[in-house]
């Protein structure tokens, strides 16, 4: 089946899906974006990654294209066209289209690009994933200081998965200047020391609010279990009884060995599953 992508209020196929040279997105990275999990035909926790994408162009002073709803509207529309059951849901906006100019302020007249692209992942591939879980490469984090906004400025998590890659790692764990992990390249990073307690970076602008982080969270303090949010080191990492990611695409993913070192006992940690397992049991499911 073809696939179909929204560009500026088409649905156009995918050979000739595009949008203009000058576009802002392209030549300054002056665009932000949201990726939403797809289960059973449904766009998981939707309301959370509507009001990040709003933060986002607020931050950015970018206006916003189309009201929440509608936007909504050509996501379910982007999923339906393409039959995706299973997968995930990508919309971008730019802040628009204009001959190249560092300055953008007094072109109040600029209309935002949107983008809107759906994708199928097999369920069953996840699972297996899941099932034997990914290595981290740790190294540097290069990127600039507003991680907290969601911009489509990703050649440095794309350097660095490539990096991972090198190494059999299917992610990267980015370490400030300070030595401690801010997150993953294109998730949050998690570890679970021997006591139990489930370990996360406070959000700030040097890392992403993660909608996933933010509903296992939900999740953790439904169970009572002990959640701390705080920095932590690669060897403290290391040292830990089970380490996992989370992001809209991967869930709740085990990471059984950072650099060279396994985890644990180089398998997936058991609450890590368990939490994996469960995760879709707190996490909003679009209806309509
Ligand atoms: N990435 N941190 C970074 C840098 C990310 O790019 C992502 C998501 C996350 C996790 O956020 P969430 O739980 O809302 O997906 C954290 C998406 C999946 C991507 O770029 O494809």
Redesign the pocket.
Known sequence: MARIIYVNGRYTPWAEAAVHAEDRGFQFGDAI???CEVRDGHMIDEAR?MQ?LERSLGELKIASPMSRSALARVMRETIRRNRVTNG?V?LQVSRGTRPRDFLFSYATDMTPTIVCLARSLSRSKSEAGAAVGIGVRSMPDMRWGR?DI?TVM?LP?SLAKEAAKEIGAKEAWLVDADGFVT??????AWIIDKNGHLITRAVGND????????TLIDLIRRQGLELVERPFTIAEAKAAREAFT?????IVMPVVRIDDVPIGNGAPGLLTSKLRGEFHSVAEVSRS
């Open positions: 974006y949201e990726v990654h990040r995930s990508y991680c969601k990703l998590a997150e993953g390249a294109s998730s949050n890392l992403l609010c993660g909608i996933t982080r933010t989370t992001s809209a695409t991967a």
